[in-house]
C-alpha cells in the first residue's frame, strides 16, 4: 500500500482534459514539494512536473501540476494518444522512517 | 547528453549477494544527490536509497535497512548499489536517477533500469 493515494486508472478521449489527483498528508505533500513521472509501457519513467507545478524543459504545456494543502493533481490538456502511460505523483516524507514516498500510479487510457 | 546507465543485475539465489552500477556522464556527477528506486514486475515505483554529492550523507528505505548499501565514487562518476541478504520480494527493476544539487527530491534523468531476479 502505497503513502500517497492515486487514483488506479484514469481514461479519457482524443483532445479532452483529464486530471489525476495523489492525495497524501502533512508529513509529505502537506510539507515538501510534489512531482510527477510518465511512464510509457516498457520504458524508465521520465520527470513531467517538478516542484509542484515546474515544467522541466521539453515538456509541453499541455501538462501543468498543482497543489492545495496535502493533495496535488496532474493536469492534461488536449489530450493525445501518446499521453496513454502510467502516471506517479512523488514527495519526501518527513516521517519517522523518512524517504521519497510514491503514489501507486495511475495508468491513463486514451480512448 | 546527461546519461545514466545502469549495470550489475541479474539471476541471483535467496540469501545472496548483487552489486548495481550506474555510470553517469554528461554532468559534473559529484554535485548531484542520486537516488535508486526500483520496480517489481507489474507494480509501481518505491524508492530505496540516496545519498549526497559528496557521499557524506545517505537514506535508505526501511524495507532494505541493514541489507542494502548506497555509495559512490566520484571519481569514477559512478554510483553503487550493493545488495545482500537478497530476498524474492527484492525481484525488481532498479533504476538510479539524479536530484539536484539542494537536496529536493525529484528525478531527472533516470537510467533505463536493470533487472534484478532473486529466485532458487
Known amino acids: 500500500q502505497s503513502v500517497l493515494t492515486q487514483p488506479p486508472s484514469a481514461s479519457g478521449t482524443p483532445g479532452q482534459r483529464v486530471t489525476i489527483s495523489c492525495s497524501g498528508s502533512?508529513?509529505?505533500?502537506?510539507?515538501?514539494?510534489l512531482s510527477w513521472y510518465q511512464q510509457l509501457p516498457g520504458t524508465a519513467p521520465k520527470l513531467l512536473i517538478y516542484?509542484?507545478?515546474q515544467r522541466p524543459s521539453g515538456v509541453p504545456d499541455r501538462f501543468s501540476g498543482s497543489k492545495s494543502g496535502t493533495s496535488a493533481s496532474l493536469a492534461i490538456s488536449g489530450l493525445q494518444s501518446e499521453d496513454e502511460a502510467d502516471y506517479y505523483c512523488?514527495?519526501?516524507?518527513?516521517?519517522?522512517?523518512?524517504?521519497?514516498?510514491f503514489g501507486g500510479g495511475t495508468k491513463l487510457t486514451v480512448l | 547528453e546527461v546519461q545514466l546507465v545502469e549495470s550489475g543485475g541479474g539471476l541471483v539465489q535467496p540469501g545472496g549477494s548483487l552489486r548495481l552500477s550506474c555510470a553517469a556522464s554528461?554532468?559534473?556527477?559529484?554535485?548531484?544527490?542520486m537516488h535508486w528506486v526500483r520496480q517489481a514486475p507489474g507494480k509501481g515505483l518505491v524508492w530505496v536509497s540516496r545519498?549526497?554529492?559528496?557521499?557524506?550523507?545517505?537514506n535508505h528505505a526501511d524495507s532494505v535497512k541493514g541489507r542494502f548499501t548506497i555509495s559512490r565514487d566520484n571519481a569514477k562518476n559512478t554510483l553503487y548499489l550493493q545488495m545482500n541478504s537478497l530476498r524474492a520480494e527484492d525481484t525488481a527493476v532498479y533504476y538510479c536517477?539524479?536530484?539536484?544539487?539542494?537536496?529536493?527530491?525529484?528525478?531527472?534523468?533516470w537510467g533505463q533500469g536493470t533487472l534484478v531476479t532473486v529466485s532458487s
Open positions: 536517477a539524479r536530484a539536484p544539487p539542494s537536496g529536493y527530491n525529484w528525478f531527472d534523468p
Open positions: 554528461g554532468f559534473t556527477f559529484s554535485n548531484y544527490w
Open positions: 545519498m549526497n554529492g559528496d557521499g557524506t550523507t545517505t
Open positions: 502533512s508529513s509529505n505533500i502537506g510539507s515538501n514539494t
Open positions: 516542484n509542484n507545478n
Open positions: 512523488a514527495a519526501w516524507d518527513d516521517s519517522l522512517s523518512g524517504g521519497v514516498a
